[in-house]
């Protein structure tokens, strides 16, 4: 059974004042790192990603496309010229000649579709880079506003942190001169029960928030002035007073 004079059972409360403060800005603080404001600021800068991948895979299909039609240009040219070559060089039979005619004129009639085919894909790979562009400044703005969010959520975290800190210096200064097995036992409850000591006041418990049953109410008021009592409900030490009775 512990024992604690009447004043070092009543300086309890103003420790347990203290260490309630304590668990208040830690429960803000959990509250500030999770602010759904950082989630959804992240979701958006993950979405302009997504924009920017999308729009630079559109860029590189439309570039590719111009690569393709500027080699079958050449291959055409390279081609034309060849048989303009053997055309001119006479050395061959009228039927030769005339089929690389023909080929020519078709080779010209590709190379014209081709050159029109080229400038359609490069306005389709230019208007792809501006996109990409668009999109690059579209992940900038979402990321400036993420870092804006974090950089509030941080300074609230830190606030918060310097409260912390304040509160447990309070807590520490509050327990001041009370004896070992007196703290041993209120810090043992407070991990167990989530409040280490509560007052006893008009018979209500205000570690449980309710009325103490006759009984136990009776046992308390027998026990000596020395005694920790403790709440028949919620388990943690009741501070008695006179004026409290």
């Not at 559109?58 to 303009?84: F, S």
């Not at 007052?199 to 020395?226: C, N, Q, W, Y």
Request: charge should be negative; hydrophobic fraction near 45%; include cysteine.
């Amino acid at each position: 059974m512990t024992t604690a004079s009447p004043e070092h059972q009543l300086q309890l409360l103003e420790v347990q004042r203290h260490e309630s403060k304590v668990r208040h800005l830690r429960r803000l603080r959990a509250e500030a790192v999770a602010d759904p404001r950082l989630a959804a600021a992240q979701a958006l800068v993950d979405a302009a990603s997504g924009d920017v991948e999308q729009a630079r895979g559109a860029q590189a299909e439309a570039d590719g496309a111009v690569e393709a039609l500027e080699t079958k240009a050449k291959q055409v040219a390279a081609h034309i010229k060849k048989d303009e070559a053997q055309l001119i060089s006479g050395q061959a039979g009228a039927g030769t000649l005339q089929g690389l005619q023909r080929e020519i004129e078709a080779l010209t009639v590709t190379a014209s579709e081709l050159e029109d085919a080229e400038i359609e894909a490069l306005d389709a790979a230019e208007e792809a880079a501006a996109v990409v562009v668009a999109s690059q400044k579209g992940l900038e703005t979402e990321r400036a506003a993420q870092a804006a969010v974090r950089a509030d959520v941080d300074a609230t975290v830190a606030g918060i942190d310097g409260q912390i800190a304040e509160a447990l210096g309070e807590r520490a200064g509050a327990s001041d001169g009370l004896p070992e097995d007196l703290m041993t036992v209120f810090e043992s409850t407070l991990q167990r029960r989530g409040a280490g000591a509560a007052r006893l006041f008009h018979g209500t418990s205000e570690g449980s928030g309710m009325a103490l049953a006759p009984g136990d109410l009776a046992d308390i008021k027998r026990a000596a002035v020395e005694t920790v009592v403790f709440c028949p409900d919620s388990g943690v030490i009741l501070v008695r007073s006179a004026e409290w009775a």
